[in-house]
């Protein structure tokens, strides 16, 4: 009942001409894996030109990033109803963002609500650093940032979002997590505390994607696992061949 999905974080990579031509190069396959939903999360200068190749096809557009006010005096930032004109998702709290660009649990909830006030889907990300995952804290973590993430959502906006699990030491590292490990974070971390909250039907309806390292020689396993509803893919995602068989494994291994 849920539709996999699998988005392509091209993080900062990619010119305008290097997006149209990567888009070019996998999109009438991916338009051909029917029971997959693909979305590229191109840079923002290069998403008018993807959601221009993109339009009229189920191909999704999300940009990475956005600002929650809704106007005025941000040099630098991008407004809900800027990206709402050409995307339908965006990337929120990606570990990088928290990392690097000062991004708390706080400014998080507040971007997901903006995003939602614009009728965009957020991909919200969550997941531990090594240190949490070897003192044993990854579930007590990972849940406190669902908890905050969803802080003030209603039910119906929970069921219809996107939560990606990234541990942080699988990000960019090529050692994804086990696919066991990731099952158990996903669904007994993840899911059970959408259902604590919003009950089972929101628990059953909102798509959780596993990120962190994941490629053609791991996809089949990462998701054949029940609580895996798609990836966040980083590195895979730049390369066209890549990409096209993560999807491709993904509908397989769904089927
Ligand atoms: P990766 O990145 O696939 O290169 O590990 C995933 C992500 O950061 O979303």
């Known amino acids: 009942m849920r539709k996999p999905i699998l988005a392509g974080n091209w993080k900062m990579n990619k010119t305008v001409a290097e997006a149209i031509a990567l ?48 106007s005025g005096a941000y040099t630098g930032e991008v407004a809900p109803n800027m990206v709402a004109e050409l995307c339908q998702y965006v990337i929120i709290g990606h570990s990088e963002r928290r990392e690097y660009f000062g991004e708390t649990d706080e400014t998080v909830n507040k971007k997901i609500v903006a995003a939602f006030a614009q009728g965009i889907t957020p991909i919200v990300c969550v997941g531990e650093t090594l240190e949490l995952r070897q003192a044993e804290r990854t579930e007590s973590w990972v849940k406190g940032q669902v908890v905050a993430a969803l802080a003030g959502l209603s039910a119906e906006q929970v069921a219809s979002m996107v939560i990606a699990y990234e541990p942080i030491w699988a990000i960019g590292t090529g050692l994804a997590a086990t696919s066991e490990e990731a099952e158990r ?61 993560v999807v491709r494994l993904t509908a397989a291994a769904k089927a």
Do not use: H
Not at 44 to 55: K, P, S
Not at 186 to 198: D, F, I, N, Q, S
Not at 213 to 230: C, R, W, Y
């Open 23 to 70: 888009v070019n190069e996998m999109k009438d396959d991916l338009i051909a894996i029917e029971s997959v939903e693909s979305v590229f999360c191109p840079p923002f200068l290069a998403v008018a030109d993807v959601a221009r190749l993109t339009a009229g096809t189920p191909l999704g557009v999300g940009a990475q990033n956005l600002f929650w006010k809704e």
């Open 185 to 245: 974070v996903c669904g007994e971390v993840v899911r059970a505390t959408v259902a604590e909250l919003y009950g089972q039907a929101t628990a059953d309806a909102v798509r959780i994607q596993y990120g962190g390292s994941v490629k053609p020689s791991n996809a089949a396993e990462l998701m054949a696992m029940p609580n895996i509803d798609g990836g966040l893919v980083g590195g895979a995602s730049l390369k066209a061949a890549d990409f096209v068989e």
